[in-house]
Every structure is written in C-alpha cells, then in structure tokens.
C-alpha cells in the first residue's frame, strides 16, 4: 500500500497543484526520474523536451512537440513558403474566375468578343499587307530604273529611295508579323477563357462549334 502511494504520489501533487489555480500548466515527463513535472511556467526539467498544457481541471488541451533541429527548422519554413504560395495563387484564381464570370454572363459572350477582337487586328493585318505590297511594287520599279542607269550616272535620290523602300518593306513585314502572332495569342487567350468558364460554371460544352 505505501509502495503504491509513494508511486501515485508525483500524479496528485501535479492535480492538486491543477486544482489550485485558474490558469494554464505544462507537463513533461522528467527522463532523469521517470516521472512527470508540472508547472504553471515550463519547469526545467522540460526544456528542450516535448511537453503537454492542460488546463485548471486536467483536460488536455494541446500538445507541444520537441525543439526542431535546423534541417527541420528549414523544412518548415519552406513548406510555409509554399503554402503561402499556394494560398495567393488560389486567391488569384479566385479572382479571376470572378471576373471572367463577371464579364461574360453567357458563353456567347466570349465568342462575340473573340470574334471582335479578332477582326480588329485581320483589319490592321490587312492595312499593312496593302502597304507592303505598296512598298514592294514601289522597290521593284526603282531596281528597274537603277538596272537602267546602271552604266550612267544616276538620278539624284535613287540610290536613297531604294534604301526607303527596303525599309518600308522590312517595317511592314514586322508589323504583319507582330499583329499575327498577336492574332494567336487572342484566339489562345479566349480559348483558355471559354475553357475556364464551362469548368466553373459546370455547364456543358456544345459537341461542335463554329466561330
């Protein structure tokens, strides 16, 4: 019996000492005894040891691990770097699904601004192909006038307007370029659009469809 009390003993002076107070106290277990410490601060037998916090009537109320070790202490902070991360990329495409529902109350929507935005660049498209073709009939004339005096002495300014037209050409063929590969970015972009808005809307894709 005396054995048993004395075993018991640490177990009820750590509740008494519960008992006796409102607040918070910590509990670890003491590897140099066996036994287990208590106290309202963290005693120092529990220092750099995991540890418990049980409230005034002895429930559990959380349970705090060892110290982490600086590999640990590295892999924590950059998994709380990628959650963040995480986080943001999903509050941004939260925002942008709402947006995308905000702009357009219908799939149809999408097609007529495609459609629109396509036609404004086929426009400019076509206006630069019609001054490349300019500056390319323009640069073929003046090579045949060049061929012409090409053992005489030259016009003043031919020389010059070829180098004009050479650059016209170059310029023209830029834009066309340019305006084309923007052309392809739109029909990607309302692709990716048209794409999104079925998933979020959970409607069903139409089985062929005609721009």
């Given at each position: 019996m005396a054995l048993m009390?004395?075993?018991?003993?640490?177990l009820l002076l750590c509740a008494l000492a519960l008992q006796a107070s409102a607040g918070e106290f910590l509990c670890c277990q003491d590897k140099a005894s066996g036994r287990r410490v208590c106290g309202d601060t963290l005693p120092g037998q529990c220092r750099g040891e995991a540890y418990r916090v049980y409230d005034?009537?002895?429930?559990?109320?959380?349970?705090?691990?060892?110290p982490l070790s600086a590999e640990?202490?590295?892999?924590?902070?950059?998994?709380?770097?990628?959650?963040?991360?995480?986080d943001a990329a999903e509050r941004e495409q939260r925002r942008k699904d709402q947006a995308l529902l905000d702009t357009y109350a219908r799939v149809e929507d999408i097609d007529i601004s495609q459609r629109k935005a396509e036609n404004d660049v086929m426009l400019l498209i076509r206006d630069?192909?019609?001054?490349?073709a300019?500056?390319?009939?323009?640069?073929?004339?003046?090579?045949?006038?060049?061929?012409?005096?090409?053992?005489?002495?030259?016009?003043?300014?031919l020389d010059s307007d070829l180098?004009?037209?050479?650059?016209?050409?170059?310029?023209?063929?830029?834009?066309?370029?340019?305006?084309?590969?923007?052309?392809?970015?739109?029909?990607?972009?309302?692709?990716?659009?048209r794409n999104r808005y079925f998933e979020i809307t959970g409607r069903r894709r139409p089985a062929s469809r005609t721009r």
């Open positions: 009390l004395k075993r018991k003993l640490p005034s009537s002895g429930n559990l109320l959380r349970e705090v691990g060892p640990q202490k590295i892999a924590a902070a950059e998994e709380v770097r990628r959650k963040r991360e995480r630069y192909k019609a001054k490349l300019d500056a390319q009939q323009r640069q073929q004339k003046l090579k045949n006038e060049s061929e012409f005096y090409l053992n005489k002495a030259k016009p003043a300014g180098r004009n037209a050479a650059h016209e050409i170059r310029t023209q063929a830029e834009l066309i370029e340019s305006k084309q590969k923007e052309l392809m970015a739109i029909r990607e972009k309302y692709d990716a659009d």
